[in-house]
């Protein structure tokens, strides 16, 4: 039992979140309350991110920051957990040695068991990084941010080797749940408040393939579309050598529940860079999963993840990515500067694009999408939108903000009982980040 305040604080992608949220499920039922503010609280926990070397130095400040609190506040403590606790776990409990708890990617089932042996006075830092270790959130219930949306992941772990990418050694081989497992949590969650799930998933589309019993996404979601309540289904992230058209097939048949957004990156636009990445696809491939899914299911949009400046990228190279994304015209992309990540094979290649020519790259990019997303936001003007109102809008908190089918943010006037159910939302106006609109009818 722990009668801890907590903050805990989360970097990277939504498999952190998700890891969060079931950490913090964990906490509650053993008897923890959480705090808004980091100052208020006698347990600090990080869930770090690997992924880039800017995600990584956020969290090194703030175990400096901490430094201080730990000294001077007694029975304070301070874990990190996550993709950094993974990979660097020991160099940080030796450059850091004020942390108490270091729990890898693998172990986090374990929290509330590592938190009371610090609490009995074991020596720390206390280290929990075996990377074969199985993980299990048994029956916990994750405690949300938001009643009616869920994030729900379905496979730990990824096998690809793109090349610069970091997560394959923090998060260790792919290992996917079963369906019913998958639909007791989901029916949990439902039964919890929950209208909206997104799966998640390294490569999503190579869900069950360990389990070599024909289990696949598409099944899945045919599992999952049977539960009353359960209003929308999400899922991330698509692979472009991986995604097939039983997928987009079945989007198309689920309709009402499967929500017509495909988070699928290219990385890049040119054949010589995605080899060099071992991306395992051409560009060609690319645009035929593109194509394959607006035939089968004409609603369904795009979103991209690039990553510009990677070893050896030309301009030629770069022209390619930005040819691409004007081609697929994507809903909404997130571009990154190449990283060089230890312990990965890229690590060998030259990092031979210079630091201005990555950001004009990026500036250029980011630049070409805006201007699309723009475009493509516009030509929502005057359709009604099926929006599920999140809250209030942080600019206007006489307004609300939702998401569409398509996860377009959204911001229309509107009473706080919408929050948590789907309205009819007629669209009004666009920015390339958001829409405008009105309640249908009103
Ligand atoms: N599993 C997902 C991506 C996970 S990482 C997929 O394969 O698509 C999220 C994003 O971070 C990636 O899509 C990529 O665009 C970016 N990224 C990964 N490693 C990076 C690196 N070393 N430098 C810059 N961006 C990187
Ligand atoms: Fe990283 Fe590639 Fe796996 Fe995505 S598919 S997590 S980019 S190794
Ligand atoms: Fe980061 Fe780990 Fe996700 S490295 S992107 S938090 S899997």
């Not at 208020?40 to 130095?57: M, W």
């Amino acid at each position: 039992m722990t009668n801890d305040k907590v903050y805990l604080l989360t970097f990277g992608c939504q498999m952190n979140k998700y890891d969060s949220a079931m950490v913090a499920g964990l906490l509650r039922d053993a008897g923890a309350v959480f705090v808004e503010n980091a100052a208020d609280a006698t347990l600090v926990l990080i869930n770090t991110c690997s992924v880039r070397a800017h995600a990584e130095e956020r969290v090194y400040n703030h175990l400096h920051l901490l430094k201080g609190r730990k000294r001077h506040t007694p029975g304070f403590v301070l874990g990190v957990m996550g993709c950094m606790a993974q990979k660097e776990g020991e160099k940080i409990a030796a450059r850091f040695p004020w942390v108490d708890l270091i729990v890898g990617t693998r172990m986090l089932d374990q929290l509330p068991r590592l938190l009371a042996r610090v609490r009995d006075g074991a020596p720390t830092p206390l280290l929990a990084i075996e990377e074969k270790a199985e993980i299990s959130f048994g029956e916990t219930l994750a405690r949300r941010e938001l009643r009616f949306l869920s994030y729900l992941s379905v496979m730990r772990g990824c096998n690809k080797r793109c090349t610069y990418c970091v997560v394959p050694h923090t998060r260790g081989v792919e290992a996917s749940r079963p369906i019913p497992e998958v639909l007791a949590e989901a029916t949990r969650l439902v039964d919890d408040g929950v209208i909206e799930i997104t799966l998640l998933g390294q490569t999503i589309d190579t869900y069950g393939r360990d389990l070599r019993d024909d289990t696949t996404l598409w099944k899945l979601l045919r599992a999952l579309y049977p539960i009353r309540g359960l209003k929308r289904i999400r899922f991330v992230t698509s692979h472009p050598r991986e995604c097939r058209e039983e997928l987009f097939a079945t989007m198309a048949e689920l309709g009402d529940k499967a929500m017509p957004f495909v988070h699928m990156p290219p990385q890049s636009g040119s054949d010589p860079i995605l080899r060099r990445m071992g991306r395992g696809y051409t560009r060609q491939r690319y645009l035929e999963v593109v194509a394959a899914a607006r035939t089968l299911c004409p609603e369904v949009e795009f979103c991209g993840d690039w990553i510009v400046g990677f070893s050896g990228e030309t301009e030629e190279d770069f022209a390619q990515s930005l040819s691409l994304l004007e081609e697929v015209r994507f809903q909404h992309g997130y571009v990154f500067k190449y990283s060089v990540r230890e312990g990965t094979p890229a690590q060998k290649l030259p990092d031979d694009v210079p630091a201005a020519v990555k950001q004009e790259r990026h500036a250029r990019l980011a630049a070409a999408q805006e201007k699309i997303s723009l475009e493509r936001n516009r030509s929502r003007i005057g359709v009604t939108e099926e929006v599920l109102a999140e809250g209030p809008s942080k600019s206007n908190p006489r307004r609300l903000t939702g998401r569409t089918r398509t996860h377009r943010l959204i911001h229309f006037p509107g009473e706080a009982a919408l929050i948590g159910k789907l309205a009819a939302v007629k669209v009004t106006g666009a920015t390339a980040l958001s829409l405008k609109g009105e309640l249908a009818g009103c």
